[in-house]
């Protein structure tokens, strides 16, 4: 006999802590074995670097996704290993690390340029506009209210 989980006497935001928890669990496998080359907490930090107008520091990186200093320069450290990126000091402050993507990492964002469209119309299939602006409008506010916690 199948054993099943009985979520009807949780609340609502209980409920939806531990989907979201399930959820980047299951993505993060997903996106493990969708990228042959690196993880997919690799190609989000890659993804991050490509959004800042000049090289961000390491400090910046973690800021922007959210770990600490420690796990994002472990992360770069194999990135950096691998060739996708190349670590440099700041010219004006040289204790800064500044990162910037190579040819490598280039060529690893258009080999995955299209198979991540495709993946993602894949992912938000059956989910109109207004749902997708309700639900960043939440997880906005989500992490408003958690990044105050942390002060």
């Known amino acids: 006999m199948l054993n099943t989980m009985n979520f009807d006497g949780m609340d609502s935001m209980h409920f939806l802590v531990g989907l979201l928890n399930e959820f980047v669990n299951r993505l993060q496998t997903k996106g493990d074995s969708f990228f042959k080359e690196i993880s997919w907490k690799q190609c989000f930090l890659l993804i991050c670097i490509k959004l800042f107008d ?16 420690q796990n994002v320069k472990q992360m770069l450290l194999k990135l950096e290993k691998g060739g996708y990126i190349k670590l440099f000091h700041d010219s004006e402050d040289r204790r800064k690390q500044r990162v910037m ?4 990492g280039i060529a690893f964002d258009q080999k995955y340029a299209e198979p991540s469209r495709e993946f993602m119309e894949q ?8 749902e997708l602006k309700v639900t960043v409008k939440t997880m906005m506010k989500l992490d408003s209210n958690l990044k105050e916690m942390r002060e």
């Open 54 to 69: 000049k090289p961000p520091a390491i400090s910046e990186l973690s800021g922007a996704i959210g770990t600490s200093h």
């Open 101 to 104: 993507i190579s040819e490598k």
């Open 123 to 130: 992912l938000f299939s059956g989910i109109d506009s207004e």
